[in-house]
């Protein structure tokens, strides 16, 4: 996939920086002026690292939480792969919000105006299934015991006429590392020996 775009808040210097992104796209300024600090950032997000005290920007005493937003646009391939992550824009976009000790990371997508709907079925206990379809108004009509199988079908048949909007939806880091692209740092006290940077 194709990076388009980098969102930063509160990392070092890149307060509040967007950094649209094309297929050749060169870094030039002073120093410290936050090119490197691009490429930390793009280290931290996809190479699950932690950021250290002094990446959080100061306002006063207090350190905010960083924010990364990356916008990818994904190619024909990529996209049977991260299909269900795409956003209405056909883009995927992955937000990570790190705050102190813990990181929280969110891709955009479609998510239930009944937060009700929002959640894994297949584990609940029957009879919280049975409770959460009696207070959606489903009632099951066919012939036989109803069971999980067909619980799960009758909700599925119900969220298709729920309304939706778009929104962050939070997401396992796990579920995102496959689909993510790997980022390599190599830097110029790498030219001795480059081979050592072939993934193979």
Known sequence: MQLINIKSRNFRCLKDVTLPVYKLTTLIGENDSGKSSFLDLLDLVLNEKQPDDKDFCQVGTEANCIEVELTFKPDDIDRTVVESFVAGDGNFHVRKVFSGSSTTTYYLGQ???????????????????????????????????????????????????????????????????????????????????PASFVLR
């Open 111 to 193: 998510r239930f105006v009944d937060d009700r709907l929002n959640q894994n079925f297949g584990r609940l206990k029957a009879g919280e299934f049975d409770s959460l379809l009696g207070e959606l108004g489903i009632r099951y009509e066919g012939e036989g015991r109803l069971n999980q199988e067909i619980r799960l079908e009758l909700i599925e048949e119900y969220k298709k006429q729920c309304e939706v909007i778009e929104d962050w939806v939070e997401v396992p880091y796990a579920k995102l590392r496959e689909v993510l692209p790997k980022f390599v740092r190599y830097t110029a006290l790498d030219y001795k020996d």
